[in-house]
T-cell receptor, first 118, second 113 residues
Framework: DAGVIQSPRHEVTEMGQEVTLRCKPISGHNSLFWYRQTMMRGLELLIYFNNNVPIDDSGMPEDRFSAKMPNASFSTLKIQPSEPRDSAVYFC????????????????FGPGTRLTVT | DAKTTQPNSMESNEEEPVHLPCNHSTISGTDYIHWYRQLPSQGPEYVIHGLTSNVNNRMASLAIAEDRKSSTLILHRATLRDAAVYYCILRANYGGSQGNLIFGKGTKLSVKP
């Protein structure tokens, strides 16, 4: 298995531009997570999907951020408009969660996208 | 969320055992203890998890105190590749957002040749 795939690996953009980050989860996994990591705030969960449905988006910083999961094999995280404070490494992770009975399995993380907004 | 306390950093010599401590005095009965690690410039990776009993896998061992208020991740023979930030995380055994991972600052492990 190729693991979680993220693209691009690096993105440099100017303030005000739209940025789209992409993620392909591990085949067969039913849960997908977007995280952001900065030196100041560490690793933060932004949004969590289960079976393509957003379950918890309380970590999304503001309306400039949006995430979609149109099918089980693809998700996007979009920032519009981008700002310098959005500069961070964005990780996507996937897992095979079961709710009945509830069992939380390990999450598998992608290599991340390093975003720089100038 | 139940919190964990870890030392900011630790040092080890190559090929020696490493014991990484974690305190979690407010752990609840449904919380599993998970360990992840993050190598430089990579995403976090799962290491091990347990509930009450000690656990072993190919990567490490997890020793859990009888009162579950602390645990220790044991790397039996540290290698240079084990240099990473190690995160101890309490995770409720529920589905949905109650089972989300909450990462703290972790312990940065340095391994000297």
């Amino acid at each position: 298995d190729a693991g979680v795939i993220q693209s691009p690996r690096h993105e440099v953009t100017e303030m005000g531009q739209e940025v789209t980050l992409r993620c392909k989860p591990i085949s067969g996994h039913n849960s997908l997570f977007w995280y952001r990591q900065t030196m100041m705030r560490g690793l933060e969960l932004l949004i969590y999907f289960n079976n393509n449905v957003p379950i918890d988006d309380s970590g999304m910083p503001e309306d400039r951020f949006s995430a979609k999961m149109p099918n089980a094999s693809f998700s996007t995280l979009k920032i519009q408009p981008s700002e310098p404070r959005d500069s961070a490494v964005y990780f996507c992770a996937s897992s095979n969660e079961q709710w009945d009975p509830p069992q939380a399995y390990e999450q598998y993380f992608g290599p991340g996208t390093r975003l720089t907004v100038t | 969320d139940a919190k964990t306390t870890q030392p900011n950093s630790m040092e080890s010599n190559e090929e020696e055992p490493v014991h990484l401590p974690c305190n979690h005095s407010t752990i609840s009965g449904t919380d599993y203890i998970h360990w992840y690690r993050q190598l430089p410039s990579q995403g976090p990776e799962y290491v091990i998890h347990g509930l009450t009993s000690n656990v072993n896998n190919r990567m490490a061992s997890l020793a859990i105190a009888e009162d579950r208020k602390s645990s220790t991740l044991i790397l039996h023979r540290a290698t240079l590749r084990d240099a990473a930030v190690y995160y101890c995380i309490l995770r409720a055994n529920y589905g949905g957002s109650q089972g989300n991972l909450i990462f703290g600052k972790g312990t940065k492990l340095s391994v000297k040749p």
